[in-house]
């Protein structure tokens, strides 16, 4: 099979691997569609230990069983493996399990290759009439979804009635937008600094979309989708008393929080990691359904394109908030 793999700082390459073999309860996958996320964007930069050279990178999967006990059907795929007899799997929560594995992280080579092996488990079918780049993206969705409900859970005021910002339009900044849309938010403010992207917000729908400087203050809830010591600042500050902040991106692990406020005004801190199975099979559902609208916002490549689409990430001329790659169609 052919896969794109991360070799060094900066450096993928398209290789020959021998084709999987599934047995038991897993299943061999042709992957038709694998979404860039901003956890491969770090790897690819040198800057994550758990992703060491030479590894096949790529977690967004979703594709045709081609052996195994779901043969024949279209799957997208939760990346993430846990124990079932976990405590924390028992309670419901398998991304806090400290045996979890997710693919394109070792032990486990991930989806940017033409084939991938998965336990049934791990699998939502995708029903027709839907098309597998869409499925594709239940995994970043469902970082969002997660997120937000968590949040939503412990807001003070009814969605609804709530002001909310995202900091950040990537995928996972527009996932969010659309979860909060979904499960009831009225008045959402998107703040991203990069202006190419400001179009393809806009077009999502009823969200305002600004520079973060230009954000304001007062807001119940922030999604913080970046993750650096500058929007973890910019949070604490314009948070309203009694807010919540909930954190999902992982840029770095500096200083940033104002602690004195958000105590002095009773802010709440939530920090988040991907997602759990029920999270994942309702965001599948939820694509399948239409709630996060035509899911128009991606930008299609062959695998063969793969590392100018890093590059061109890395760039930041990428209008589309994500990139997904289709192993098994070959460059025109």
């Known amino acids: 099979m052919k896969a794109l793999v991360y070799t060094g700082p900066k450096s993928l390459e398209i290789h020959q691997r021998d084709d999987l073999v599934a047995s038991g309860e897993d ?48 799957v997208t795929v939760n990346p993430l493996v ?41 699998l939502v079918e995708i029903p027709d009439g ?9 995994e970043p969705i469902a970082v969002c979804w997660h997120a937000v409900r968590l949040g939503v859970e412990t807001l003070f005021r009814d969605l609804p009635n709530a002001k909310c910002l995202v900091q950040g339009g990537g995928a996972i900044g527009v996932g969010s937008a659309l979860s909060l849309r979904a499960m009831g938010a009225k008045d959402v403010t998107i703040a991203e ?9 806009t077009a ?11 954000a304001g203050d007062g807001f119940d809830i922030i999604i913080d989708c970046v993750g650096i010591s500058h929007t973890r600042k910019a949070a604490s500050a314009m948070v309203a008393p009694g807010g919540v902040i909930v954190h999902v991106g992982l840029g770095d692990s500096v200083e940033g929080l104002d602690v004195r406020r958000m105590t002095l005004q009773e802010v709440t ?13 309702d965001t599948a ?33 990428v209008a589309a908030p994500k990139i997904v790659l289709r192993p098994n169609e070959t460059a025109h």
């Not at 693919?103 to 991930?110: C, D, F, L, V």
């Not at 939530?270 to 999270?279: E, F, R, S, V």
């Not at 239409?290 to 890395?314: M, N, S, V, Y």
Request: hydrophobic share 40%; charged share 20%; net charge negative.
């Open 204 to 214: 999502l729908g009823d969200f305002r979309v600004c520079d973060p400087a230009d």
């Open 82 to 122: 846990t124990d079932p007899n976990c405590v924390y799997s028992r309670e419901g929560r398998e991304n806090l399990s400290p045996t979890r594995q997710i693919i394109s992280m070792q032990p486990r080579e991930g989806a940017f290759a033409q084939q991938l092996v998965m336990p049934t488990e791990n």
């Open 285 to 317: 559902q939820g694509i399948f359904d239409g709630i996060f609208g035509p899911l128009d916002w991606i930008e299609e490549r062959p695998l063969d394109d793969g590392a100018q689409a890093f590059a061109d990430i890395l760039a930041g001329t």
């Open 27 to 74: 299943n061999l996958i042709r992957v038709d569609a694998v979404g860039i996320c901003g956890s491969d964007m770090h790897a690819y930069l040198g800057h994550d230990e758990r992703r060491p050279a030479p590894l096949i990178l790529g977690h967004e999967a979703a594709g045709l069983v081609l052996a195994g006990p779901m043969a024949g059907k279209r």
């Open 130 to 138: 839907v098309a597998v780049e869409h499925a594709a993206l239940a």
């Open 193 to 201: 600094p990069n202006t190419v992207r400001h179009g393809v917000l």
């Open 269 to 281: 801190f939530i920090g988040t990691y991907t997602y759990t199975a029920q999270d994942f099979r």
